[in-house]
Nanobody, 115 residues
């Protein structure tokens, strides 16, 4: 079983920044990919950023140039630096890992962008 501790969500004004963190623990031998997805009300979950254990990153078009994903392999932690936030970035952001046992998602942390 995989446990997630996600933090860093909150309320921010348009143009502001937030940094999300996710610590992963549990019965995992190897973590291959870590990422962040988001789900807004009435919409499907979208994977917005991912990073391999070698540090290769990829982003959805909706966040490219504004969000930066990073990870600390020694701490099984993944971060998402979100800059220039827009109203449409409002969603529940969840951590994701691809590991030796498959893939797992965290419960999520709410990010609200509002003036």
């Amino acid at each position: 079983q995989v446990q997630f501790v996600e933090s860093g969500g909150g309320l921010v004004q348009p143009g502001g920044s937030l940094r999300l963190s996710c610590v992963v623990s549990g019965n995992i031998f190897s973590i291959y990919v870590m990422g962040w997805g988001r789900q807004a009300p009435g919409k499907q979950r979208e994977l917005v950023a991912r990073i391999t254990n070698g540090g290769i990153t990829s982003y959805s078009d909706s966040v490219k140039g504004r969000f930066v994903i990073s990870r600390d392999n020694a701490k099984n932690t993944v971060y998402l630096q979100m800059n220039s936030l827009k109203l449409e970035d409002t969603a529940v952001y969840s951590c994701m890992v691809v590991h030796n046992g498959g893939s797992s998602w965290g419960q999520g942390t709410q990010v609200t962008v509002s003036s």
